[in-house]
């Protein structure tokens, strides 16, 4: 079956610094969406790719998505205290009208004032 | 106005026990789901519904029962509850079952089972 694998596991940063996550599937995707889940809380959407090589920014989030379709990454700049949390991709398949998603395993991230 | 919601927030339970967690949305989507997350943050689908039926179901213990008895209501029952089910589940929805949707997650329901 399709897998989604995301690394690094973990990540600290201290405040200011750069934060990248990057997330690669066994299988060509139709779409990739990243969510962010804040400690205690629940994942919420960020954003979504579809088209092959595209590049979207969020503020200091800026996301990509491979030309393969096969892998994407989030990149944060100068992090910051507000920026800690998991970070999951999640993917869908290439060909499936429906199909489930299937998320990463996240990447946790801690910033360090 | 939460947007899906979930009860309880918090379960805790002895194993053997029976044991229900209720979602609904009002988000007017059609399709709802049920996710598993573990320890290590790890998310798992167990279960889809699209408008009351089936679409989903993953290698889930027949202890697990999801019931949707409208399409914004998904409640998921477990039968004779083990540690291993200690877990945070989230309920979650989507526009449809189209390949461009994405899920709205409800607060999620921590079982912790003794």
């Known amino acids: 079956g399709q897998q989604v694998m995301q690394i690094p596991q973990y990540q600290h940063v201290q405040e200011g610094e750069d934060f990248t996550t990057y997330c690669n599937s066994s299988t060509t995707l139709s779409n990739i969406q990243w969510y962010k889940q804040r400690p205690g809380g629940h994942p919420v959407f960020l954003i979504q790719l579809v088209k092959s090589g595209e590049v979207k920014k969020q503020k200091r989030l800026t996301f990509q998505f491979g030309e393969a379709k096969k892998n994407s990454s989030l990149h944060i700049t100068a992090t910051q205290t507000t920026d800690v949390g998991t970070y999951f991709c999640a993917g869908r398949p290439l060909g499936t009208s429906y199909g489930k998603l299937t998320f990463g395993q996240g990447t946790i991230l801690t910033v360090h004032p | 106005d939460t947007a899906v919601s979930q009860t309880p927030k918090y379960l805790v339970t002895q194993m053997g026990n029976d044991k229900s967690i209720k979602c609904e949305q009002n988000l007017g989507h059609d399709t709802m789901y049920w996710y598993k997350q573990d320890s290590k943050k790890f998310l798992k689908i167990m279960f889809s519904?699209?408008?009351?039926?089936?679409?989903i179901n993953e290698t889930v213990p027949n202890r697990f029962s999801p019931k949707s008895p409208d399409k914004a209501h998904l409640n998921l029952h477990i039968n004779s509850l083990e540690l291993g089910d200690s877990a945070v589940y989230f309920c979650?929805?989507?526009?449809?079952?189209?390949?461009?949707?994405?899920?709205?997650f409800g607060a999620g329901s921590r079982l912790t089972v003794l």
């Open positions: 519904y699209n408008n009351k039926e089936l679409i």
């Open positions: 979650a929805s989507s526009q449809d079952q189209s390949g461009a949707n994405v899920l709205t």
